[in-house]
Antibody
Framework: QITLKESGPTLVNPTQTLTLTCTFSGFSLSTYGGGGVGWIRQPPGKALEWLAL???????TYIPSLKSRLTITKDTSKNQVVLTMTNLDPADTATYFC????????????WGQGTLVTVAS | DIVMTQSPASLAVSLGERATIRCKSS????????????LAWYQHKPGQPPKLLIYWASTRESGVPDRFSGSGSGTDFTLTISSLQTEDVAVYYCQHYFGTFAFGPGTKVDVK
């Protein structure tokens, strides 16, 4: 059974850097079968927005509009994926989800519950 | 970048009736080498994470009721709920995973 859980701050000041951690179980991100782990966010009342994804082979892909502000990394020994977002703005207030991408499925088959991050002073 | 659009933005359907949601991609998401459409559908209810319903445009995820079906190819896709149930009230998103990823704007489905 695959599980994922997001953790990180709930309140961040504008211009600061956000670090979110996704801790997962039920698969390994060090082998092909592990697929990948992505981050998706949803601002209040708005649609889902994919942000970044890291594959088992350490390949990474980012949403073009935010690429300069995002970094995604993995620690396979801890079964964690970390997303860093710099220069936060109130518009970055959202629920942030991490999700597993199974290679055979292609889409995000398992999701964490999400964590709400508010950007405000 | 491939941009996803959906229609309608919202719809209300009587219980037991059919609900149809359309999704369009700005470029084809059909990969010719394997003849697969890199298109998924999700159901999202408030306070819950999104749930994968359909992948490869028409393959139902394990455990998803067979009243949900996906169809289409290339740039035009459809999600059909054949007989709407109360538990189907949610927002539905299409998403492409053709190289990168992007979600559509969502379609809110309610009971009339």
């Amino acid at each position: 059974q695959i599980t994922l859980k997001e953790s990180g701050p709930t309140l961040v000041n504008p211009t600061q850097t956000l670090t979110l951690t996704c801790t997962f179980s039920g698969f390994s991100l060090s082998t092909y079968g592990g697929g990948g782990v992505g981050w998706i966010r949803q601002p209040p009342g708005k649609a889902l927005e994919w942000l970044a994804l890291i594959y088992w082979d350490d390949d990474r892909t980012y949403i073009p509009s935010l690429k300069s502000r995002l970094t995604i990394t993995k620690d396979t020994s801890k079964n964690q994926v970390v997303l860093t977002m710099t220069n936060l703005d109130p518009a970055d207030t959202a629920t942030y989800f991490c999700a597993h991408r199974m290679s055979e499925v292609g889409a995000f088959d398992s999701w964490g519950q999400g964590t709400l991050v508010t950007v405000a002073s | 970048d491939i941009v996803m659009t959906q229609s309608p933005a919202s719809l209300a359907v009587s219980l037991g009736e059919r609900a149809t949601i359309r999704c369009k991609s700005s470029q084809s998401v059909l990969y010719s080498s394997n003849n697969k459409n890199y298109l998924a559908w999700y159901q999202h209810k408030p306070g819950q994470p999104p749930k994968l319903l359909i992948y490869w445009a028409s393959t139902r995820e394990s455990g998803v009721p067979d009243r949900f079906s996906g169809s289409g190819s290339g740039t035009d896709f459809t999600l059909t709920i054949s007989s709407l149930q109360t538990e189907d009230v949610a927002v539905y998103y299409c998403q492409h995973y053709f190289g990168t990823f992007a979600f559509g704007p969502g379609t809110k489905v309610d009971v009339k």
